[in-house]
């Protein structure tokens, strides 16, 4: 492994390339058992590390993206008070405007990269359809004993899978139809 990693160092010389040492890290895919690789870069031991945020979404050893659903939830959360706060200062908005205010702010980054993690686990999928509901309770204004189909059905909103298995299938083109 320690051949490949000097010969990527070589060509990245070639094409006047640098690859930053101390940024790079060391992940490696195994669904059974932890495995440690010791990998030298310009004289200097990379860190191995067992999760690692590439482009956005957060990539695990055994590729469960746990982590990156909790993520997810978060920065959703943080999106969804801070439509919360708009809320507030208004004196509520129309379920109209909440809803487009979730599809545009919060839903990004509860789907961002879904292609890529859609084998999540059923628990990972149930804590960011815990945001979808907070959302559309949100939008509506609506108690929190309101069942989640009744706000779908109220914000016109389909349910969370519904909307994610959408990012998942490739529009044909009108034009070349």
């Not at 010969?7 to 059974?32: D, G, S, V, Y």
């Not at 979808?132 to 204004?141: P, S, V």
């Amino acid at each position: 492994m320690q051949d490949r990693f000097e010969a990527l160092n070589t060509w990245c010389n070639k094409w006047r390339m640098t690859i930053n040492e101390n940024k790079t890290q060391i992940l490696c895919f195994n669904q059974k058992e932890h495995i440690e690789i010791k990998i030298r870069m310009k004289g200097k031991e990379l860190i191995h590390v067992k999760d690692a945020k590439v482009v956005g979404i957060v990539v695990d050893e055994n590729l469960r993206f746990t982590k990156h659903a909790q993520h997810a939830k978060e920065k959703s959360l943080k999106a969804l008070y801070g439509i919360s706060k708009l809320l507030d200062e208004t004196g509520g908005l129309r379920t109209t405007l909440g809803t487009m205010l979730y599809k545009s702010i919060v839903f990004p980054h509860l789907s961002f990269g879904y292609p890529v993690w859609c084998t999540i686990q059923e628990s990972d999928l149930l804590e960011l359809e815990e945001v979808h509901r907070l959302a559309l309770r949100q939008a509506t204004g609506c108690h929190a004993s309101t069942a989640t189909n009744s706000l779908e059905i109220i914000t016109g909103c389909p349910p969370l899978r519904l909307l994610l298995e959408e990012t998942l299938v490739i529009p044909k083109d009108p034009q070349k139809a």
